[in-house]
């Protein structure tokens, strides 16, 4: 460390009147921060060591320009090292419990104190709900239609202050209302509803409420009175609740970089830190996010607004409860690296530029606008958005566990955003989601990205919109928008971006719709090296996308309602099945060619006709054997001789997707692998990988996959992927279900499955076992015609 480095220290055992020697610390980071101030003003560099503890913020730190740093003199907040040092924003509660009722406890609280989670022994204790929270149930941890129904209703006293949380009518992200009482007709009276941008109503069934003591019925869950002064409790029935720490959070806003364009907050770091507890804030997410499904609030646990090369690096984000990192407005080259966020109620990191700097902006799906109107300048109006973002090397898991319209990183109206050699599973919705084009020149690569879509519908691990300015013009024909016009004539699909997004050599699965999924009007993406495990790869309209070198297992390539004269080129792909187009004109795009439909065991190669008969293009493409190399360990990687090499495919590494700081690749998790359907078990018995409808079933083989179900012996069909429209997603299967029995039949192998359906007569209702969490449960459904 540079000598004339102003060393800092703080502690828990230290006094905000001491000099901040490592021998006599601070005791607070705030008297820190005006130390490091002073330190900083000189020209020296500046470093803060935290010691180990829990820091209980009694207000949100802010760094105002004041506290900038320069190039050549940093400053940097760290954690001593090996210690954990955790910036909270709760209160540490000294209660004296007493019973209340029914193995309930309750114990007065300071007066005027607001509770928005409760934590004892550092574990999530649950708002009184119903349903009660369960992790075992997929969407919203528990649902219920008759949650707000009048005989519901009836059972509670007074409902203000409660809440309801509600999905998407179409799963396209959720709801959240503000109970404001009930009237005569035991109907609520609700406020909110406003965090979605495609408004459709609650969905009908998957809802839930919250905060009434009526609810409070179940181990690990509270009741907060805040006009009493009283605090209920359902302890867990391990607890000693005498000796217990008890925390309440309170703080939405833990760290906030606070400057601007004209005066930013300038080269401060903060390293190896824990954020926790911060404060729910889905009753504040309002503001649209032009014409995406995206509402959004513009707040974290750490806030980035006005800043120039500030850094976070490993830090830990986890029990927040709304965003755990958002970077607001004007930023520029924020760094995030080798960082673990999980356990998070919204987004992970989420950059947001204002809509002051789209030129002609839209705010709402429905919103159109005439050419002869609109701004024709190329790219931002102003420079209030992020730029030359960086985040790599991250662990983000779990996010959304309140708002399930987020994303682990979420990307909008910024510009150069990296993100690379990212893990990301057990989201809501989309892993990583750009919610236009607006600016461009994002690079994600490297990526491991999975377990996503598992709560909404009709989204991919990756999900971008496209509806910027040129997107449903109300006087231009679109499939006449780029006749004659190149991307480097700058026409009107590109307006709003400066460079194109690139995606790249990453591994992407998706059990509950597509991979990768361009939606509306995705313009100038360039989409190569990626490994599709699940749900292939989706192209709605849109213009000069470059798809290739990509391998889409056991799926294929979805162009969804195409312009004419898109410009698009699709080549040397390798998909396992025949393409899934909707509404698409002949010939597609600029070039669709060279690409190989893998056919396990095939002999020679042969023309791919059925491609050609799908594209009107295709004349090189092939239909073989893709010889890769060992897909049982996920190597697809092709082996010398391959067709797919003659064709133009080239091998790209298979080992080099997610985190690599060893302290994150060790804990973090990777991919369920695709079962080749040629392996059996010892017993003999076959995966039989097949399609019933538009999802997949496997028999359930190997005494590894009866373990993991917790099945009986090898026996039943496990559903392996549910994509969005099909009738088993709507009629209640999760991935990861076992069939036993199906109209009374017992289920043993795909082909009783298929045997006993097929006997069904058409839209007659039939009942169906599952085994799903350990235990049987049953279903009722209708056959579809």
């Excluded at 199906?742 to 298929?754: C, I, Q, S």
Aim: proline share 6%.
């Amino acid at each position: 460390m540079n000598p004339a480095t102003k060393r800092i220290y703080v502690s828990q055992d230290g006094n905000d009147m001491w000099d901040g020697t490592e021998e006599r610390p601070y005791a607070t980071l705030q008297r820190a921060q005006r130390a490091a101030r002073a330190a900083g003003k000189a020209g020296r560099p500046v470093h803060v060591c935290v010691y180990g503890g829990t820091y209980y913020l009694p207000e949100t730190l802010r760094f105002t320009p004041e506290d900038s740093g320069t190039e050549a003199a940093p400053v940097l907040y760290e954690a001593a090292c090996g210690q954990e040092a955790v910036l909270s924003g709760s209160l540490r509660l000294g209660l004296e419990w007493r019973p209340y009722k029914g193995g309930i406890l309750q114990a007065e609280t300071p007066h005027g104190l607001q509770l928005d989670q409760l934590f004892v022994n550092g574990q999530a204790m649950r708002m009184a709900r119903y349903p009660n929270y369960s992790e075992e149930v997929r969407i919203l941890n528990g649902y219920a239609a008759d949650c707000i129904r009048e005989e519901r209703v009836r059972r509670w006293a007074d409902p203000a202050g409660g809440y309801v949380h509600a999905m998407h009518k179409h799963l396209w992200g959720d709801y959240h209302y503000l109970i404001r009482g009930k009237d005569e007709n035991n109907r609520l009276l609700l406020e909110g509803g406003w965090q979605n941008n495609r408004q459709m109503g609650m969905h009908d069934e998957y809802r839930y409420v919250e905060n009434m003591i009526e609810e409070l019925d179940a181990p690990g869950e509270w009741y907060h009175d805040s006009e009493a002064g009283m605090l209920y409790l359902f302890p867990c029935p391990e607890t000693e609740i005498a000796k217990a720490l008890v925390e309440g959070v309170r703080l939405a806003h833990l760290v906030e970089f606070a400057g601007s364009g004209e005066a930013p907050v300038t080269h401060i770091g903060l390293s190896g830190l824990t954020f926790k507890h911060a404060a729910r804030t889905f009753m504040e997410n309002k503001e649209p996010l032009l014409r995406s499904d995206w509402t959004i609030y513009r707040g974290g646990a750490v806030l980035l607004r006005g800043t120039e090369n500030c850094s976070v690096s490993d830090c830990t984000f986890t029990h927040l409860g709304g965003n755990a990192v958002f970077v607001d407005g004007y930023n520029r080259n924020p760094l995030f690296r080798g960082c673990h966020i999980a356990d998070v109620g919204a987004s992970g990191i989420a950059f947001v530029g204002d809509p002051a700097a789209a030129r002609s902006p839209l705010f709402e799906y429905h919103e159109r606008q005439k050419l002869k109107d609109m701004d024709m300048a190329l790219g931002p109006r102003t420079n209030q958005y992020p730029a030359g973002g960086l985040v790599e090397d991250c662990l983000i898991c779990r996010v959304g566990r309140v708002e399930k319209q987020s994303a682990p990183v979420q990307i909008s109206m910024s510009m150069d955003i990296t993100v690379r050699h990212c893990s990301i599973y057990e989201a809501p919705r989309a892993g990583i989601n750009i919610s236009e084009g607006t600016f461009g020149g994002h690079v994600i690569e490297g990526c491991d990205v999975f377990d996503t879509v598992l709560e909404t519908g009709d989204h991919g691990s990756f999900n971008s919109w496209g509806r910027d300015r040129y997107w449903m013009l109300e006087d231009v024909d679109p499939d006449r928008i780029n006749q004659d016009q190149t991307a480097e004539d700058s026409p009107l699909p590109v307006l709003d971006m400066a460079r194109p997004i690139t995606l790249r050599n990453s591994r992407w699965r998706c059990d509950y719709g597509w991979d990768i999924d361009l939606d509306d009007g995705s313009s100038w993406y360039q989409i190569y090296n990626n490994l599709c495990l699940a749900g292939g790869i989706k192209l709605r309209e849109g213009f000069y996308r470059i798809c290739e070198n990509n391998i889409m297992v056991d799926n294929t390539l979805h162009p969804h309602v195409w312009y004419r004269g898109s410009r698009d080129i699709i080549r040397h792909n390798i998909v396992f099945t025949p393409y899934a187009p909707v509404r698409v004109p002949q010939p597609w795009g600029q070039l669709c060619d060279g690409n190989l439909l893998h056919a396990p065991d095939a002999g020679e190669p042969q023309p791919a006709s059925r491609l050609q008969e799908q594209s009107g293009s295709d004349s090189r493409s092939l239909t073989a054997d893709a010889l890769f190399v060992d897909p049982a360990a996920g190597n697809y990687q092709v082996c010398e001789g391959s067709p797919a090499l003659k064709l133009g495919f080239r091998n790209f590494p298979m080992d080099e997707f997610g985190v690599r700081k060893p302290e994150l690749r060790r804990i973090a998790r990777t991919p369920k692998l695709p079962v080749p359907g040629a392996a059996a078990s010892a017993s003999g018995r076959r995966p039989q990988l097949s399609r019933w409808g538009r999802c997949k079933v496997k028999n359930v083989v190997g005494l590894g996959e009866v373990s993991a179900a917790g099945l009986p012996g090898e026996t039943g069909v496990v559903v392996e992927s549910l994509p969005w429209g099909s009738w088993q997603l709507e009629s209640g299967f999760q991935v990861a279900d076992v069939v036993l029995e199906l109209a009374g039949g017992k289920v043993d192998t795909v082909e009783d499955l298929f045997r006993l359906y097929e006997a069904i007569e058409p839209g007659e209702p039939f009942p169906v076992i599952l085994f799903r969490g350990q235990r049987e449960i049953g279903l009722t459904v209708g056959k579809r015609a």
